[in-house]
């Protein structure tokens, strides 16, 4: 399992003020590393012994007591290991990063390369960094199987906010962490944009430059139907 956060360089303190990390340092990753285990632990300790984990039949010797703690210990027993690094040039790349995880499916039609009654072939990533992308072939079920490796359970929420954007109190907050910082000046920069120029300005892509010649600008004149 594995998990990407997005964390603010600041926050609000308990007398509703803004505080901001230093330019170059957040916390040490040995902190972070404790920290978000002892969290993660407890809770999910605290779910075992309230009866609101649910085993499935490979786990079904966690409903045993004495089983859960010798897996919740060896749990803490390992080495878990955050990884921490800024922003890509700006919180719009940063983004567009995550939205591959939470926003697009397991894989693209342009991945797949044949399909037949048995089996099913597609392109995948190098085994290794700075490899070329290989090709791979599945029988149907096991393709399925992957697949469906990447589809949420009932009930489980993909995206969580914490902190000043919890959903109680997202809208209180931001309003008064925008007047301290100068009545909204993030709404004040991009403010009377278009989508077009918005996307130029947040991931420097200019969608209205025509992408077979790269040098005529298209421009919007409607909508078009094709035959129902």
């Not at 590393?33 to 309230?50: C, E, I, Q, V």
């Amino acid at each position: 399992m594995h998990m990407h956060c997005i964390i603010s360089g600041g926050g609000l303190t308990p007398d509703r003020k803004i505080r901001k990390t230093k330019s170059s340092f957040f916390i040490p990753v040995g902190i972070l590393r404790d920290k978000f285990k002892g969290k993660y632990l407890a809770g999910l300790d605290s779910l075992y012994k309230n009866g609101g984990l649910t085993f499935s039949t490979s786990c079904e010797k966690l409903r045993n007591s004495y089983e859960w703690s010798e897996f919740r210990n060896g749990l803490y027993d390992k080495d878990w290991c955050p990884y921490i690094k800024e922003t890509f040039h700006g919180f719009g790349n940063a983004i567009e990063y995550l939205g591959r995880y939470t926003h697009k499916i397991a894989i693209s039609n342009s991945r797949i390369l044949s399909v037949d009654e048995q089996q099913i072939t597609f392109t995948a990533r190098g085994k290794k960094l700075g490899e070329p992308r290989r090709t791979v072939t599945l029988e149907n079920t096991e393709f399925i199987r992957r697949y469906l490796m990447h589809v949420l359970p009932p009930g489980f929420q993909k995206i969580r906010y914490y902190g000043f954007l919890n959903n109680r109190g997202k809208n209180k907050n931001l309003k008064l962490i925008f007047t301290l910082q100068g009545h909204q000046s993030f709404r004040a920069k991009y403010t009377r944009l278009s989508i077009a120029e918005l996307i130029k300005a947040v991931w420097k892509i200019d969608i209205r430059i025509c992408p077979e010649c790269g040098c005529g600008r298209m421009q919007s004149i409607g909508r078009t139907y094709g035959t129902s």
